[in-house]
């Protein structure tokens, strides 16, 4: 999207064209000959449907400095804060694509130096009353958080795997008796004898 953006002959079926050269052979890419101005991309949840018209204008960032001081002068603090201060850019500003590319990158950065922990919550039927349970609803759920694609993928044999020294270090408090730190393996096969494995 950001090359038909920057790009002064870009054109939003032009960047269809390309997207369905470079995907036509993709199991997730979809493109049917009756769809002029669209494509499709086979998410985990479903099938989703993409329209291209006003794909490059949206991936342009229009918002002229301007605005957002204007809107950073407000004397409301909601409006002041709504937008960025501008930035001092060389050359062509980023398109909408590569600013999200690049928020996401970062995103990633964070959440990898960390060791993020999630629950999931499945809601057992949509009555909300006691010992009430809908299959369907509920799969649904599983299907669209991803919990069903994580079992199918571990069931293929891709389970997750840490290193023997961090699973020693995180629960070497669960070993019976005192144990060698310097030994990882050992460490691993007296939590899992303490555990009953």
């Known amino acids: ?29 979809e493109k049917k000959t009756l769809w002029k101005s669209s494509f499709a991309i086979k998410h985990y949840a479903g099938v989703v449907k993409y329209e291209v018209e006003n794909f490059l204008t949206k991936n342009k960032d229009m918002l002229k400095d301007q ?25 062509k500003p980023p398109t909408v694509s ?16 960390t060791n ?13 009353k006691p010992k009430m349970f809908h299959g369907f609803s509920s799969m ?3 299907v669209s958080s991803g919990i069903i694609e994580t079992v199918r993928i571990r069931m293929m044999g891709f389970p997750v795997r840490p290193k023997h ?11 019976k008796g ?8 050992a460490v691993c096969r007296s939590i899992l004898e303490a555990c009953g494995y």
């Not at 950001?2 to 997730?28: A, M, R, V």
């Open 1 to 29: 999207v950001s090359t038909q953006s920057t790009w002064g002959k870009g054109s939003d079926l032009g960047f269809l064209e390309k997207i369905s050269s470079q995907h036509k052979d993709h199991p997730s890419f």
């Open 140 to 142: 649904g759920q599983m």
């Open 98 to 113: 590569a600013i999200f590319v690049a928020q996401i990158g970062a995103l990633m950065d964070l959440i990898n130096s």
């Open 67 to 91: 605005f957002k001081i204007l809107f950073r002068s407000s004397k409301c603090p909601l409006t002041a804060c709504l937008l960025p201060e501008p930035v001092d850019r060389k050359g």
């Open 165 to 175: 020294s961090a699973f020693s270090e995180r629960f070497c408090i669960l070993a």
């Open 178 to 185: 005192a144990v060698d730190m310097q030994n990882p393996e």
């Open 116 to 128: 993020p922990h999630w629950i999931r919550c499945i809601k057992p039927h949509p009555a909300k």
